[in-house]
């Protein structure tokens, strides 16, 4: 029976759940497309490898577009997404697309898997140090910055 | 940096900021210490922390960036007040946030768990 253990930390959220899979089989429906789509609840696609490229859509048609920022199979998968303006239909330039970093950490059980998922939200000009000091190793930033008079600003950070 | 409302696509806008300026837990503690006594000054509030009055104040302009305090002369000294609509809007991306999760979670769980049984009778 899976066991949901949820908790706030002060600069995102997270939300455990384990399952009687083992690491692999989960790894499985995490990063096949068809599968994470049923999850997910909306068409999606992610190429799970470091620096690989993906989006995700909700049942409103809204889309993010992501970036992977780690991919361990069976350990931990993480991206980076942030609203997609296109979608969004109406120029925004008031609000940069918040971007966030999911992070879905597979920890074996007896008998099974835990299941932890993480997300905190990026501030635009996102320090690693600042951000990942506390949860791991830091990693190189590229930052990139669109801004027109006419399309929304999107910032992202590619860790 | 303005402390928005979630958006319907998640727009983060605000919120980063006030869960970083919270991250801190004596900054953490300095924002309850102002809402629940406030309004304070620096000099006040560190009389009651284990840190000068220099790192106050740079703890109430974090706090002030993200919108989580605001100042207002008085006499010689600033005094600080608490506002906790930004609060309100981190506290609203979470739940949101995490009520996306619960969906997704529970929903992979049940995918998985129909995996596992088919295995099971496989066997």
Do not use: Y
Not at chain 2, 8 to 24: H, K, N
């Amino acid at each position: 029976m899976a066991t949901n253990d949820d908790a706030t930390t002060t600069n995102g959220i997270r939300r455990d759940i384990e399952v009687h899979n083992p690491p692999e089989e989960v790894w499985e429906v995490l990063v096949d497309d068809d599968e994470r789509g049923a999850w997910f609840g909306g068409r999606t696609r992610l190429d799970p490898s470091p620096g690989g490229r993906g989006w995700f859509e909700d049942t409103d048609g809204n889309r993010r577009s992501a970036n992977v920022d780690e991919a361990e199979p069976g350990r931990r998968l993480a991206w980076t997404w942030w609203p997609d303006p296109a979608s969004d239909g109406e120029p925004d330039t008031d609000h940069p697309g918040g971007a966030s970093r999911v992070q879905i950490d597979l920890t074996p059980l007896p008998g099974g898997t835990r299941i932890s998922v993480t997300e905190t939200p990026l501030t635009p000009m996102a320090r690693a140090s600042a951000l990942t000091g506390a949860r791991g190793p830091l990693v190189d930033l590229e930052l990139r910055l669109l801004l027109t008079s006419r399309q929304s600003a999107v910032v992202f950070a590619r860790t | 940096m303005s402390a928005a409302a979630p958006g319907p696509g998640g727009d983060t806008g605000g919120v980063d900021t006030v869960l970083s300026a919270l991250a801190d837990p004596t900054r953490r503690a300095i924002f309850e210490a102002v809402v629940h006594a406030g309004p304070a000054t620096a000099t006040g509030l560190a009389r009651e922390f284990p840190v000068s009055r220099q790192a106050i104040a740079k703890h109430l302009e974090r706090l002030a960036d993200a919108g989580l305090v605001r100042s207002s002369k008085s006499g010689r000294e600033t005094r600080w007040q608490a506002s906790v609509e930004p609060l309100s809007a981190a506290r609203s991306w979470m739940d949101e946030m995490g009520a996306a999760w619960d969906r997704r979670l529970a929903a992979l769980a049940e995918r998985l768990d129909r995996r596992d049984g088919t295995e099971r009778s496989n066997q």
